[in-house]
């Protein structure tokens, strides 16, 4: 072989080379996907809001009459037994009299005096009047017997009598009306001003259960009108939790589902009871201004009150209410799926290939999706597929 032949067989090697080197550099790369693989777990579907505690028996206490309330000794948060007396209210003061006032009270009494006289004095005048129509008949009627007097002056003279015992009847009546305005004239003047109220005017108001006072509404000494409230009581031993969710989800929550109360406090959720939802929703405004429909749902604590014995009236907590939930579910990322036209799709990876497959999806939460159909457990699919992931395509998992 001559050098010429040796030096075109070098430049052949060389290009072949070249042409290799470019074509390597220059084929389609395996795209870098994030990648999870299905599995079996636990899944849940939840709703989760936030809501208060709140106790279920709310006592208000107020004032059964007009008076005046001592000055509350109790606390918020103080324990008090059933039919302890929270509070007394005494009678109202009565008014002060200014000079010129407490001298017409005066003259009323001494007008009163004077009326109850002259009712006195009525009562002997209609009394000897009923005296002398009495002893007329008595001396009429054995005369009319004997036919010395006619019947007619008989009885014109009982009816003298009639009418002069009733008149008798009427003056003592009278006398005791003067008798009572007397007293009522005197009772003005003599209770004027400033009076020590008797032990026994003194109305208690006591406690109608064992609890806790909740708020006071009254504390200070001070006049109080009947109905007016004075404090509250309640027995944080049974609560219950109030939770406003969007109204939307509301009719998604039953009676009887599970309930799980989180960031309450405590190291472990709480566990409890949906007992109602309420029929009348109400418009809130959210913290991005947006008005939405609530509803409020309320529910109780099943676990046991040991646990929660620091929970209190108007604590925050969150709730998580239970719709669904399996403890063996093949499950993956919701990232994963994709719509394919009314079909669910996700990309699975074999032999470093993506290939599209469509599932049949079953319950769904914010994190997991249920495949029921068209996925096996442990196969790799790749989440978050952007446009440049296609059937076929090469891939390599990050």
């Known amino acids: 072989m001559t050098v010429q032949w040796k030096r075109h067989i070098t430049w052949i090697i060389m290009l072949v080379l070249i042409v290799a080197a470019l074509g390597y550099g220059f084929r389609p790369q395996p795209r870098q996907v ?13 709703i989760e809001e936030e809501g208060k505690s709140r106790v279920i028996d709310r006592y208000v206490i107020t004032a059964q009459v007009a008076g005046t309330t001592c000055r509350i000794d109790l606390n918020v948060g103080d324990a008090v037994k059933k039919r302890q007396v929270l509070v007394n209210i005494s009678p109202l003061q009565s008014q002060a009299l200014d000079p010129r006032t407490y001298a017409q009270a005066q003259a009323k009494v001494a007008a009163a005096k004077a009326a109850l006289s ?22 009429l009627a054995p005369l009319a017997e004997k036919g010395h007097v006619s019947v007619g002056q008989l009885d014109q003279a009982q009816a003298v009598k009639r009418s002069a015992i009733a008149a008798l009847r009427s003056a003592v009546f009278a006398v005791d009306v003067a008798k009572y305005e007397l007293e009522a004239a005197q009772t003005a003047l003599q209770y004027s001003g400033d009076q020590v109220a008797d032990t026994a005017d003194i109305i208690p108001v006591r406690a109608p259960i064992d609890g806790r006072i909740l708020k006071l509404q009254h504390e200070c000494e001070g006049v ?4 007016t409230p004075l404090l509250e009581i309640g027995d944080t031993r049974s609560l219950e939790i109030a939770t406003d969710v969007l109204s939307a989800d509301a009719v998604k929550i039953k009676p009887g589902m599970p309930v799980l109360y989180e960031r309450w406090g405590g190291e472990l959720p709480l566990e409890g009871e949906v007992l109602r939802v309420e029929p009348v929703g109400f418009t809130k405004v959210s913290a991005l201004g947006v008005e939405e429909q609530r509803v409020l749902v309320i529910s109780g604590i099943t676990s046991a009150p040991e646990q929660w014995q620091t929970l209190g009236d108007g604590y925050r907590v969150e709730s998580r209410f239970i719709l669904w939930q399996q403890a063996d579910v093949l499950q993956v990322p919701l990232s994963a799926l994709f719509r394919s036209g009314n079909q669910w799709a996700l990309f699975v990876i074999n032999d470093n290939r993506a290939e599209r497959r469509v599932v049949k999806v079953g319950q769904r939460n914010g994190l997991s999706a249920q495949i029921l159909e068209g996925l096996q457990e442990d196969e790799a699919v790749i989440t978050h597929p952007d446009d440049t992931i296609e059937d076929g395509v090469r891939v390599k998992s990050r």
């Open 118 to 139: 002259a009712a006195e004095q009525n009562v002997d005048a209609a009394r000897a009047d009923a005296d002398f129509a009495t002893n007329e008949v008595q001396r």
């Open 34 to 46: 994030d990648t999870a693989t299905a599995t079996r777990a636990p899944m849940r579907v939840t």
């Open 224 to 227: 109080v009108a009947p109905g």
